[in-house]
């Protein structure tokens, strides 16, 4: 990835001149304005109904929840939601001073930071083995791998808390077979975490897996090729070849999972409540209790903290991407 | 081929290792669907039973018998179904203007779409309670579709769809003195079919599955949707859960999906990787 300054950016130069138009299309300047006219309204009425609800229900509710976290708004104010006083960043340093978000954010940061890694290592694994060395029931393996990620995560949750009890649970009966005594997964504040982990990348690397195999279909055979014949081994071409020409689908693939898991919710709620002793709280369960509880101004800071860090994310992204594409 | 000179020992320890990745990923779906099937003293049973003794179908006549979860499916389904054809409808009509029309406030719409890409579902959570309550809506189906009509996520599938179609057909048409919206109809539209049918179908699924939205939304049993049934389902017997019946509930969330999928799981797969490439 070489450094490419704005100005090098291919795009920028792109940018035709002010004047650049011909000659054809400056007497045609009349007819231009009409067609341009229709196509204006034309496309105004395609676009109105999704912006109205647009603007109704995801717009509007994103700015408001900015709002309501500068005030105390809570579940008795539900009917004068503007009638609320406003008590500047009272919410947000109430937020930080929070032990239990801190254990929530503590939380999210381990579930992402070993997470992300986990599940994306499997999912480029899986992909590299389908892309060379796999070619009967290709398709199987595929679907197979790509199957726990159409399936609803509560359900998931509900098998997996079966699957992971102490006694008559199915994982520790295969550790049983190699002599290993599993311990009490969801119920150990060690472990709860590590299992949430183990199934959220169970569940997720499907999607990671088949983006990576788009991005593999478009590295060049001949760049193999030709370093195979100049003696690089397979982990030298993997290295030197795959991973630099897979980059920014790497790097698409490494934020969206991110910002997803950032957001991890139905997991702790279905398998462990949060619990044992919060080790399992998530920064969106935390705010889903805190708007349980009524604290909507509350709630809305906690929500906001999040948004500012997947904003930030992918502002990061489009950096990145920016400069390599 | 490169893997050619590849000895037949790698090539057989590599479909071994993808095979039981493969048995490891399947297996939890295999067993909750056997397990449905069993009595809850052979699920507790040790070492647990892997195929049933006694089959029986008692967890799922008790699911069905409660009412419960018929009413949660046909909910699921029919709030699925409105807002998949809402949001085709809606995403192609913008994606068309985004892709070929010019118009004033085009970058804005766009770049507004853009933003809210990304937008966990926490952040609306809060303001859209107190919105819905106000409008009477907590506890109605309107609630739980209203706010899923059009995701900007279909809008920019669907702009990423159109933009790549010829611009000729369009100049066709204008030639022709087709007015816009009959280009949309009558060219766009057929073409987009591929594109139509991704955004159905993730749409479709992500309704299927939705939970955080539905769950605050739904107060009383009549307006659960599958997962929220099953959540609170399994939220009530936290002391000693009856296994079946809830291994029974989530086969029943689980296998309409698993049934779509395997049909059309080309255009699944093909949608997930053209999310990734664009």
Known sequence: MTALSPAHDPQASAVPPVDGRPPAARRRKGGRRDNSARQSRAAWILALPFMLLFVVFTAGPVISSLYFSFTDIRSRDLRTPFAVTFVGLQNYAHVFADDRFRTAAFNTAYFVV???PVTLGIALAAALALNTGITKFRTLFRVGYYTPVVTSIVAVAVVWRFLLREDVGLVNTVLRWFGVNGPDWLGSTTWAMPSLIAMASWRNFGTAMIIFLAGLQSVPLMLHEAAAIDGANGWQRFRHITVPLLRPTILFVMVTTIVGYLQFFEEPFVMTNGGPLDSTISMSMFTYQQFGFGNYGFASATSYVLFVIIVCLSAVQFRFLRSNT | MLGNRKSATSKWLLYTVVTLGFVAVITPFVWMILGSFKGQGELLRVPPTWWPQTPTLDNYRTLFGKGLFPRSFANSTFVAVVITAANVTFCSMVGYALAKLKFRGKNLVFALVMATLMVPGMVTLV????????????????????????????????????????????????????????????????LCGPGLATLGILTFLGSWNNFLWPLVVAQNQEHYTLPVALALFSKDQQTIPNYGLLLAGATVVVVPVLIVFLIFQRRFIEGIASTGIK
């Open chain 2, 127 to 190: 303001p859209l309670f107190v919105l819905v309550a106000n409008l009477g809506m907590v506890d109605t189906y309107p609630g739980l579709i209203l706010p899923f009509l059009v995701t900007p996520f279909g809008v920019f599938l669907m702009r990423q769809f159109i933009i790549d179609l010829p611009d000729d057909l369009l100049d066709a048409g204008r030639i022709d003195g087709a007015g816009e919206m009959r280009i949309f109809r009558q060219i766009i539209l057929p």
């Open chain 1, 114 to 116: 070993i997470g992300v």
